[in-house]
């Protein structure tokens, strides 16, 4: 279960960097709309503020995200320190200072190493022990950067002019997620595509649930008498081509598959012919994924 410091790091540093992305993948695309950008790519450095003028509030959030991060991993390393003399939890620049009080900086940057590596395993007949590998063993927390940060969004939070958030900020903020006290942005980033695909397939079983009434059951029969597979299989000319599948909506063999989710390659994704039904690629994987459930809870 999450700490709640960990739980508000990531509901808001997930919005930090889903923004940023959107913002970099819209900067690629008005430069060049053939290119094909990675989503999840590091931003190119520039010192404008990558959020302006789209996202409002981001100098709170990063303030928040900050914070509470912070406070996540003082609590962890050296517990009641994260708390002033008069109990109350301290600002994310006093934090940072605890930090560099236990582990001085250099040129800026702590690397604050992990207390509790992975445990000694046996190998070989036992008299020898090995540490297994990890990916890292400490969390880089640039200090400098960080309450460089801090000074940049208090002008906007405080209503003494603009924020002046850069990309270094926030790459130096979601760094943090590194440490053993937070690790929470990727389970908070598959909840949310988890959620907004469920949400995406609602929405379109809705409407077409509309459109079918609208034009009746018998309108909708004809026209699946009618229907032909745009994406039917040919060896040579679509090779990757597919059968119509029943369509959860209108009933009739008229959804026209595109392809089939990753987890069990069984639940197309694609458009009815007859209804308009929608369902993404995320909806299939959801759905994929909870007949993947359903189907071990029966077996047991």
Same mark, same amino acid.
């Given at each position: ?19 940023? &992305? ?60 994260? #708390?002033?003399?008069?109990? &109350? ?6 934090? #940072? ?33 090995? /540490? ?24 906007? &939070? ?15 903020? #979601? ?22 695909? /469920? ?23 004809? &026209? ?77």
């Amino acid at each position: 279960m999450r700490d709640q410091r960990a739980e508000e790091f990531a509901r808001c540093a997930v919005v930090l960097a889903a923004e940023l &992305r959107e913002r970099r993948h819209d900067g690629a695309a008005a430069a060049d709309p053939e290119e094909q950008t990675d989503p999840f790519a590091a931003p190119v450095p520039t010192g404008d503020d990558p959020f302006a003028p789209f996202m409002a509030g981001r100098e709170g959030i990063f303030d928040q995200v900050l914070s509470n991060g912070l406070a996540a991993i003082v609590a962890s390393e050296w517990p009641g320190e994260e #708390l002033d003399r008069n109990g &109350r939890v301290r600002s994310a620049s006093a934090l #940072l200072t605890v930090i560099e009080k236990h582990v001085p900086a250099t040129d800026g940057i702590v690397l604050l190493p992990d207390k509790h590596p992975m445990p000694e395993i046996p190998q070989g007949d036992g008299d020898s022990l090995f /540490q297994a590998p990890r990916l890292s063993s400490h969390t880089r927390i640039d200090v400098r950067t960080l309450q460089n940060g801090i000074e940049a969004s208090q002008a906007a &939070r405080h209503g003494r002019g603009a924020g002046g958030l850069q990309h270094r900020h926030i790459e130096a903020l #979601l760094a943090l997620d590194g440490h053993r006290s937070l690790g929470v942005m990727g389970e908070e980033q598959q909840d949310r595509i988890q959620q907004t695909a /469920q949400r995406e397939d609602a929405a379109s079983q809705k409407r077409a649930a509309e459109y079918l009434e609208r034009i009746g059951e018998e309108e909708a029969a004809q &026209r699946a008498e009618h229907v032909a597979n745009p994406n039917a299989y040919h060896p040579k000319h679509n090779p990757d081509g597919h059968d119509l599948d029943t369509c959860p909506v209108c009933g009739h063999e008229t959804f026209c598959v595109e392809g089939f989710d990753p987890v069990l390659g069984q639940v197309g994704y694609g458009q009815c012919l007859v209804c308009t039904y929608t369902r993404t690629p995320g909806a299939a994987e959801d759905e994929a994924f909870t007949e993947h459930l359903r189907s071990i809870m029966d077996d047991d």
